[in-house]
């Protein structure tokens, strides 16, 4: 009678090898962001997406009350994002490659998960908002819908430029590492002392109790305001953090980060500057004991400090300081959603600051927009590689093994999908379209995780009562703003 298959195995992918725990690099003193680095890529993306565009559009719309979300979400993402680095930390896996190892199917999950990626930000809205922040920036003035050709044509350029950014390098991850500690700090440090000079002193308190769900205007909590546009709302809630598919993409950067396992593995090389990398289509995973575990609590310190230290941390700053500068300076009750919703902040400290201030806000809203696209399309690209790389063996044969064929030919696709959604709707409807769609990846992706970290993970690696709680808790929050949403519409 033949043995069982091994319980990673049954869903049709190649079973785990066996191997030793990695010591984490040594964490003392400056040397701490050599080591961290997924966190800081995670929210960067973050700051261009919900703080930057939606939760403002949310705030002057509705108020900033709606904080309130801001705290839910980035604590509950702050919990999402650490189990998808446990399920890397033990097997040098992708949380995609664990959905694919639970049953039915590896190809059903893998079906799944890209479509899921692709309705969520396959749409290139970032470059398209990015592309209202540059035509500001260029023409001194707000874009109107005569000039939808022109930001059209930005937004490809940008478009572009991404491209040319991830041909270069030696590993990908590190490439966007960089320019993400470089996004958080001038960014985070340019809107705080933006927000000392001229936000308004009522703001501030205003944003405080906003965290609490109260309303300092009317001096009651209002956690649901009165005429909500719920579309809005919910995707404001999902781009609270980072959002779905941009926080699955987080155990990809850590695994080619090389945070435990994943160091056993191999990473994506660039085309220019890096060479052919042995990438494992499996993982490999270490037996827990008294020599294994004190390494595990070591490297989990470390993702405890990159996740609550860094993205934690950053979400709530980098939502709550553009909130007060664009409440200080736009009538509440306001619609800012259009082609110039990048600049709508710049325009409007035009005239208390002055031409040169307004440049410099647009240009930050630019960067900021364009740093997010690159991220979140160099995401999806890597998150399509390495579910194909997992599950097709033919893939993994073509063209000798390289997986540089196979992520290039992955960016190809995907551009040419952004560049005809980039003529469908304005950038702002693409990136609430996209969120709304987040709010649903978290209500399924949330169980899912739970799912794989109780039942593939060892006993002593597996997470404790309270984590499992607020996995549960994600669900429910993001599927009631899904519910929510979907009512609205009918």
């Avoid at 090898?17 to 890529?41: E, F, S």
């Avoid at 908002?129 to 939808?148: K, N, Q, S």
């Avoid at 022109?150 to 478009?159: K, R």
Wanted: glycine share 12%; with cysteine.
């Amino acid at each position: 009678m033949s043995e069982p298959s091994p319980k990673e195995s049954r869903s049709g992918l190649d079973p785990w090898a066996v191997d030793d725990l990695p010591a984490p690099p040594a964490t003392r003193g400056m040397g701490l962001l050599a080591v961290i680095g997924p966190g800081a890529i995670i929210l960067g993306v973050s700051i261009g997406s919900g703080e930057w565009l939606l939760g403002p559009a949310a705030f002057v719309r509705h108020g900033l009350s709606l904080l309130w979300v801001t705290g839910v979400a980035a604590f509950l993402q702050t919990v999402f994002n650490t189990e998808l680095i446990r399920y890397t930390l033990y097997t040098g896996e992708p949380i995609f490659t664990g959905f694919m190892r639970t049953r039915p199917r590896s190809t059903f999950w893998a079906w799944t998960y890209a479509a899921l990626s692709f309705l969520q930000v396959g749409w290139p809205g970032w470059a398209g908002a990015a592309a209202g922040a540059i035509f500001y920036v260029g023409w001194g003035r707000l874009a109107t819908p005569e000039d939808a050709e022109a930001v059209y044509w930005i937004g490809v350029a940008a478009f572009a430029v991404c491209v040319l950014v991830l041909l270069f390098g030696r590993r990908i991850e590190r490439t966007l590492e960089i320019l993400n500690w470089i996004l958080v700090v001038a960014i985070l440090g340019g809107l705080a002392a933006l927000a000392l000079a001229f936000a308004k002193g009522p703001a501030w308190g205003a944003a405080a109790a906003g965290f609490a769900g109260f309303d300092a205007v009317s001096g009651k909590f209002d956690f649901f305001p009165e005429g909500a546009d719920w579309f809005l709302i919910g995707a404001f809630a999902a781009y609270s953090g980072a959002g779905g598919v941009i926080n699955l993409m987080l155990s990809n950067w850590a695994r080619d980060k090389g945070f435990g396992m994943g160091a056993k593995v191999g990473f994506i090389p660039a085309a220019v500057g890096g060479k052919k990398v042995s990438l494992g289509h499996t993982g490999r995973v270490f037996r827990p004991g008294p020599e294994s575990l004190p390494v595990w609590r070591a490297w989990w310190r470390i993702v405890a400090i990159d996740q609550w230290g860094v993205f934690f941390t950053g979400a709530l700053l980098g939502m709550a300081l553009p909130a007060v500068l664009y409440v200080s300076f736009l009538p509440k009750g306001q619609d800012i959603r259009g082609l110039a919703v990048a600049a709508e902040l710049a325009s409007a400290m035009a005239a208390r600051g002055g031409p040169a201030l307004a440049f410099v806000v647009a240009l930050m809203g630019a960067w900021v927009l364009f740093k997010t696209q690159l991220d979140i399309l160099e995401g999806l690209t890597r998150a399509i590689t390495d579910i194909l790389w997992t599950g097709s063996r033919r893939i993994r044969a073509w063209r000798g093994g390289d997986v540089r064929v196979v992520y290039y030919s992955v960016l190809a696709a995907a551009v040419l999908f952004g560049l005809v959604a980039l003529r469908q709707a304005q950038p702002i409807i693409l990136l609430q379209l996209g969120a709304n769609a987040a709010g649903i990846v978290f209500a399924v992706s949330a169980i899912h995780v739970l799912r794989v970290n109780t039942t593939l993970l060892p006993e002593e690696l597996r997470p404790p009562l309270w984590r499992r709680v607020a996995l549960v808790l994600m669900a429910a929050f993001y599927g009631f703003f899904v519910v929510l949403w979907i009512a609205s519409r009918f």
